[in-house]
């Protein structure tokens, strides 16, 4: 699924860079038959058909709207069939609705997708590339594990305003990562979405990211108390919630060189874990009784051995590969029953230069709230990611999903605690 592309020394146009990251999205779509695009098994699923219409009405919305004189929408209707959650914007179709969408049609929406990138191709046909932009949306990270990788680019700018002296390069950019966040959405959804077809059907024959496992001993690493820095900083992109870059005081703390794998959360699971009111916060066990939970999401017991559904179809369990599609609550009783617990997400930033990271989203113990000096642009954009924070965990890293490029030490994904359709997994600490 990782389109290896490796970037060159001379460094890309905006318009490059722009056709490459749309290129990888249809790149996705290729397995797919047309029945695929529309199901939308529960409400935090998102139809392939939604997702890459979203993102095209992102650019013609954001962008051509606003930078190119009398341009013409490619549909009216298509600004609240496919705007995600844009006050700001307007009205928009029910997000638990999107799957009812039997129209436009799959072909209707890859021609709105022509449509604007023919659009967005021309407008930035005038624009160059400075050196800085030479890693934004790249695909030089290896797939797997990325310590540190870095997607740089212009973007928000340390007092966060994003329409800074370059509005138009600074809006695609912001564009360009919010794709590649879909891009993400697509597999992680779509694997949803097949998994609870009875059939089991793979996305891609003979392909399992999720088996991917770290080498190497497993151990802690020890961190001595003291201040430090957290937050992007640098020249490249960040979002928002990134900013600003800050001190915290952080007593002395230990933290596992490698994930929790599966081998060791089936040994919770056998010892009853589920069952242990004393593992889990009051919430997570209501969350466990309520939804008859007792493995890890995907994972199904076949005439007696531990199966999983992975983007390859249902296979044997593989022991040795990271723990997948598990809750906060669920990494939360796993560190209790261990005697552990979970890294904020602060001790997981300044430790995350001594481990290999890149497998899966990592959850942490902290609550997803705003830096100091935090400030959200005004206008659409500014609904990025201020108003979701509240009752969300945040995770770090980046997944076997994440496309290559897109992620950095400083990224702060952010879910509720119930949800495990992403390939989240845990470290420990203590």
């Known amino acids: ?118 659009q967005m191709l021309d407008l930035l046909s005038g624009l160059g590339s400075p050196p800085v932009l030479r890693e934004v949306a790249g695909f030089s990270s290896p797939p797997g594990l990325r310590r540190g990788a870095d997607a740089s680019s212009a973007g928000w700018s340390a007092d966060g305003v994003v329409n800074g002296d370059d509005p138009l390069r600074d809006l695609v950019v912001l564009g360009l990562n919010h794709e590649q966040q879909h891009q993400e959405l697509f597999i992680t959804d779509l694997k949803y979405t097949l998994s609870v077809n009875p059939l089991f059907p793979a996305y891609r024959e003979n392909y399992a990211p999720e088996e991917t496992h770290e080498s190497g001993t497993a151990g802690f690493i020890e961190f001595k108390e003291g201040v430090y820095e957290m937050g992007y900083a640098g020249e490249g992109f960040c979002f928002d919630n990134e900013l600003s870059r800050h001190k915290v005081y952080l007593n002395d703390f230990e933290i596992a060189s490698r994930l929790a794998t599966n081998f060791e959360f089936l040994e919770f699971v056998n010892d009853h874990g589920y069952r242990d009111h004393r593992f889990w916060h009051s919430e997570g066990l209501d969350w466990v009784k309520q939804n008859a939970v007792d493995a890890p999401l995907h994972w199904h017991k076949v005439d007696g051995e531990w199966h999983q559904y992975t983007l390859g179809g249902l296979r044997k369990m593989n022991f040795d590969a990271p723990v997948c599609h598990v809750s906060y609550y669920e990494a939360a009783a796993f560190a209790a029953w261990k005697e552990m617990r979970l890294p904020t997400e602060f001790e997981w930033e300044a430790a995350s230069e001594k481990f290999d990271w890149g497998l899966r989203w990592e959850w942490t113990n902290s609550a997803y709230l705003p830096y100091p000096g935090f400030k959200k642009p005004d206008g659409a954009v500014g ?44 470290r420990l600490a203590r």
């Not at 013409?72 to 928009?92: K, P, Q």
């Not at 994904?413 to 989240?424: A, D, K, M, S």
Request: glycine share 4%; charged share 20%; proline share 7%.
């Open 1 to 118: 699924m990782q389109a290896a592309q490796s970037l060159t020394s001379k460094p890309e146009t905006l318009a490059e860079i722009y056709s490459r990251v749309r290129a990888y999205t249809e790149h996705l779509c290729e397995p797919l038959e047309i029945e695929d695009y529309i199901p939308q098994p529960v409400v935090d699923i998102s139809p392939p058909k939604w997702n890459i219409a979203h993102t095209t009405w992102f650019f013609e919305e954001m962008i051509l709207k606003r930078f190119v004189p009398d341009y013409r929408v490619f549909d009216e209707n298509f600004g609240f069939l496919f705007n995600s959650y844009y006050n700001t914007i307007g009205e928009r179709t029910a997000r638990d609705h999107r799957g009812a969408l039997s129209r436009p049609t799959v072909k209707q929406v890859f021609e709105y997708r022509n449509h604007v990138d023919v």
């Open 383 to 426: 609904e990025y990611n201020g108003k979701f924070m509240i009752n969300q965990m945040v995770l770090r890293g980046a997944s076997v999903a994440t496309p290559p490029g897109h992620s950095r030490q400083t990224y702060r994904n952010f879910f509720h605690p119930h949800l495990r359709w992403q390939f989240t997994g845990i």
